[in-house]
């Protein structure tokens, strides 16, 4: 029977597990919080060409840090299964899980918005039936004009939607082909190395052929090294602390990543990235940024994974109110961008106007009763299929569920 035990005590390593897989959860708020807040900063006109500017448009590298947080949790199961010689994952029963856990939420979400434009100027791209079924069905980045406003921010859902779909492919090839069924780490190392060189080659594909559609910018390659680095990431805790990985234990000094994170961070905000776009349209910045922002999501996540102090981050990220916010980050994901839309309305601010806090605080203030409603109706509604809580506060105690579950909320797809 699937039931919580109690904490054993602070300094268990039972205890410092269930931290870390909270910490997995709540690092989730923490990246939609930045993604609210670029938000926010775009529509009061705080993407300017400076410094301050550029702090607000980075904000974004919240998108990385879910692609790499996917990568990560969805890859374990190939890992385990490449190191172990287990049998490969159901692709059935994984791509259920992920239409279950994906679906139900944005279907409501996409046919709420089209029925609010209905009385609203939905402008010009997006409208009518065809634009709904786009949306409905994920293929909203492929082809011009398809973004429905209130709904702009679900570029990055269909992009994780098309990394859930080549994953098992990936994986297998991985499994089957590369590591052959046996422990072959170095090569495992290797293939997720290339997968990380698609992305610096389709920027200069896409971005120096005026031929490719405009689109394909957003499309998969794009961002497949965030994806893949994540899955490295997964690689190396699987085998940090064992035998000749002992090192990797030693290696991630959360301090000194963070540090990496913060100079990474403050580099992306400077002229090397590029203009206030998620892919510049130099190929050059384009190929930086997408490595300053990798550097930064694996500055924040490494200790949360790897190592024996998860660090500021993870201690940040175990707190109550974080994970809560992150059990909900996928519906606080879905609905910010709408609820953004009406408030700067309702403050009455010109367009590219106003205050950029007060737009950002009330529209938390609206998304998060909003998210936490729809993640409760939509969690006793539509089944799980078993899915475990992550560990979870009660009485002040913390209740650590007694196995383990890559199902976990921390899963859950939520991208800018």
């Given at each position: 029977m699937r039931?919580p035990?109690?904490?054993?005590?602070?300094?268990t390593?039972s205890?410092?597990?269930?931290?870390r897989?909270a910490a997995?959860t709540?690092?989730?708020?923490?990246?939609?919080?930045?993604v609210?807040?670029?938000?926010?900063g775009?529509?009061?006109?705080r993407?300017?060409?400076d410094?301050?500017?550029?702090?607000f448009?980075r904000?974004?590298v919240g998108v990385?840090?879910f692609?790499?947080?996917?990568?990560?949790?969805l890859?374990?199961?190939w890992?385990?299964?490449?190191q172990?010689?287990?049998p490969?994952?159901?692709?059935?029963?994984?791509?259920?899980h992920?239409?279950?856990?994906?679906?139900?939420?944005?279907?409501?979400v996409?046919t709420?918005?089209y029925?609010?434009?209905?009385?609203?100027?939905?402008?010009?791209?997006?409208?009518g039936?065809?634009?709904?079924?786009?949306n409905?069905?994920?293929?909203?980045i492929y082809?011009?004009?398809?973004?429905?406003l209130?709904l702009?921010q679900?570029w990055?859902l269909?992009?994780?939607a098309?990394?859930?779909v080549?994953?098992?492919?990936i994986?297998?090839f991985?499994?089957?082909?590369?590591?052959?069924?046996?422990?072959?780490?170095i090569?495992?190392?290797?293939?997720l190395?290339?997968?990380?060189?698609?992305?610096?080659?389709?920027?200069?594909?896409?971005?120096?052929?005026?031929?490719i559609?405009?689109?394909a910018?957003?499309?998969?390659?794009?961002?497949?090294?965030?994806?893949?680095?994540?899955?490295?990431?997964?690689?190396?805790?699987h085998?940090?602390?064992?035998?000749?990985?002992q090192?990797?234990v030693r290696a991630v000094n959360?301090?000194?990543?963070?540090?990496?994170?913060?100079?990474?961070?403050?580099?992306?905000?400077?002229?090397?990235?590029?203009?206030?776009?998620?892919t510049?349209?130099?190929?050059?910045?384009a190929?930086?940024k997408?490595?300053?922002?990798l550097?930064?999501?694996?500055?924040?996540m490494?200790?949360?994974?790897i190592?024996?102090?998860?660090g500021?981050?993870g201690?940040?990220?175990?707190?109550?109110?974080?994970?809560?916010?992150?059990?909900?980050?996928?519906?606080l994901?879905l609905?910010?961008?709408?609820?953004?839309e009406?408030?700067?309305d309702?403050?009455?601010?010109?367009?590219?106007?106003?205050?950029?806090?007060?737009?950002?605080?009330v529209?938390l203030?609206i998304?998060?009763?909003?998210?936490?409603?729809?993640?409760r109706?939509?969690?006793r509604w539509?089944?799980?299929?078993g899915?475990?809580?992550p560990?979870h506060?009660?009485?002040?105690?913390l209740l650590i569920?007694?196995?383990?579950?890559v199902?976990?909320?921390?899963d859950?797809?939520?991208a800018?």
């Amino acid at each position: 029977m699937r039931t919580p035990v109690g904490n054993p005590g602070p300094d268990t390593p039972s205890h410092r597990a269930a931290e870390r897989i909270a910490a997995l959860t709540g690092i989730r708020a923490i990246a939609a919080l930045l993604v609210v807040l670029a938000h926010a900063g775009y529509w009061t006109g705080r993407y300017t060409n400076d410094l301050l500017g550029g702090f607000f448009s980075r904000l974004e590298v919240g998108v990385t840090m879910f692609f790499m947080l996917s990568g990560f949790l969805l890859f374990r199961g190939w890992v385990r299964a490449a190191q172990r010689a287990r049998p490969l994952p159901s692709t059935t029963e994984y791509l259920r899980h992920r239409a279950r856990r994906v679906l139900p939420a944005y279907w409501f979400v996409v046919t709420v918005v089209y029925l609010i434009y209905l009385v609203r100027d939905p402008g010009p791209i997006g409208g009518g039936f065809d634009g709904y079924l786009r949306n409905m069905t994920l293929t909203q980045i492929y082809g011009f004009g398809h973004l429905h406003l209130g709904l702009t921010q679900t570029w990055s859902l269909a992009v994780e939607a098309s990394f859930y779909v080549v994953l098992p492919l990936i994986g297998w090839f991985a499994v089957r082909v590369v590591c052959r069924g046996g422990p072959h780490p170095i090569r495992l190392t290797a293939l997720l190395c290339a997968l990380m060189l698609v992305t610096p080659l389709w920027h200069l594909f896409t971005l120096e052929n005026d031929s490719i559609d405009f689109t394909a910018r957003l499309w998969l390659p794009g961002f497949m090294a965030w994806f893949a680095g994540g899955m490295l990431l997964a690689l190396a805790a699987h085998h940090a602390g064992r035998g000749r990985a002992q090192w990797l234990v030693r290696a991630v000094n959360p301090y000194l990543l963070l540090l990496f994170a913060a100079v990474a961070f403050f580099m992306a905000c400077t002229p090397l990235g590029g203009e206030a776009t998620i892919t510049p349209q130099d190929p050059g910045a384009a190929i930086i940024k997408s490595a300053l922002y990798l550097v930064i999501a694996f500055g924040l996540m490494a200790p949360l994974v790897i190592g024996d102090d998860p660090g500021p981050v993870g201690w940040l990220c175990s707190r109550r109110p974080v994970v809560w916010l992150g059990e909900i980050s996928y519906e606080l994901f879905l609905v910010h961008v709408m609820v953004l839309e009406l408030v700067v309305d309702v403050l009455g601010y010109k367009p590219f106007q106003g205050s950029t806090l007060v737009a950002f605080f009330v529209t938390l203030a609206i998304s998060v009763p909003l998210a936490a409603g729809l993640h409760r109706a939509l969690g006793r509604w539509i089944p799980t299929g078993g899915r475990l809580r992550p560990p979870h506060w009660h009485g002040g105690r913390l209740l650590i569920p007694q196995r383990a579950n890559v199902s976990s909320r921390a899963d859950a797809p939520d991208a800018g």
